[in-house]
């Protein structure tokens, strides 16, 4: 596995929102549905995008140009930054005005598609990712707030497909729509990660040593690895193996996989019926309790609260 397969590994839509946005100046959205990871692709007309990020400067989206906003923090799409938000999407994609008035049905146009004109000047799609599996926090960490590709910079005849795509209402279209995006987020990171844009630990794995305790890691977690052993199965020193490990991957080699263990763990919580105690063993826990140790210290939310969708935000209510 590659250092980008490893990275994008993660993010696989399941049941992602997909929607064309049709609009006539001035419009300006408020986006503050707290998804981990948002496609922004501008099809006709222009746009501004304005992040809440101290410094930030407004960016300018031309047609067939791409944005990849992480989340979970708001951000806000429009005609012109002087154009004040209008419209405001919140988690579930519900949308709202400025007084609350709930507009879904409103600015219906089709399916798929909502905005103000069927013939809007302004064309875009946007994708979303409502819920991120764990083991793309990696990723997510790798990202900046916003990133920005121009036409040019990426393959865009995926995201052709795509806009295609996201008007059909045929059997099976939402597994068709959640595989295109995946599709066009992994084409557009490619082409930003090829830009030396990637962190320092990303290079990390074309280095001979680490990038072989790297793929050891990350192929068999469940084996009983220490930093002595680790060392030994790529052919240096335990302390050579550890000084180079933490400079190119940022982190320890026992913390990278406790990190890489806790999201596996995260993962199949999620994506399987196993047993906490099966799935412990699985990712290198000798047992249930050991787990939800070291999972409810990492995540805040015991195994058991995870699997059921629980937020350590609301178990704070909840009390």
Not at 21 to 28: C, G
Not at 150 to 159: P, Y
């Amino acid at each position: 596995m590659d250092a980008l397969a490893s990275l994008l590994e993660g993010p696989r839509a399941r049941g992602a929102f997909v929607m064309c946005s049709l609009l006539d100046p001035p419009w300006s959205l408020r986006i503050q549905d707290r998804a981990p990871l948002t496609v922004v692709s501008m099809i006709r007309g222009t746009a501004w995008i304005m992040t809440d990020a101290a410094g930030s400067k407004p960016r300018q989206l031309n047609a067939g140009d791409i944005a990849i906003f992480r989340g979970p923090d708001p951000y806000t799409v429009a005609d012109d930054p002087a154009t004040e938000p209008q419209i405001f999407i919140d988690p579930g994609n519900v949308t709202k005005t400025v007084d609350g008035e709930i507009l879904c049905e409103t600015l219906s146009l089709g399916v798929r598609q909502w905005g103000t004109d069927a013939n809007g000047a302004t064309l875009m799609v946007t994708g979303t990712y409502e819920s991120a599996g764990a083991a793309s926090q990696r990723l997510l960490r790798a990202l900046p707030p916003v990133i920005v590709l121009q036409r040019g910079d990426f393959d865009t005849r995926l995201l052709d497909i795509l806009v295609d795509e996201a008007t059909k209402d045929e059997p099976a279209q939402g597994v068709v729509l959640d595989r295109l995006l995946d599709m066009v987020l992994i084409a557009a990171l490619r082409a930003w990660f090829a830009r030396n844009d990637a962190p320092a630990w990303y290079h990390a794995y074309s280095d001979p040593l680490v990038g072989k305790a790297l793929r050891l890691l990350q192929h068999n977690p469940a084996h009983g690895w220490t930093v002595a052993s680790l060392a030994d199965a790529v052919g240096v020193s335990r302390a050579a193996l550890a000084r180079r490990f933490t400079d190119l991957v940022g982190e320890p080699p026992m913390s990278f996989l406790t990190e890489w263990r806790l999201a596996l763990a995260a993962d199949l919580l999620q994506e399987s019926d196993a047993t906490i105690e099966s799935i412990a063993r699985q990712v290198g826990y000798g047992s249930a309790f050991a787990l939800s140790t070291a999972f409810k210290r990492h995540f805040g939310v015991s195994p058991r609260d995870h699997r059921q969708g629980t937020t350590p935000a609301e178990l704070s209510s909840a009390g």
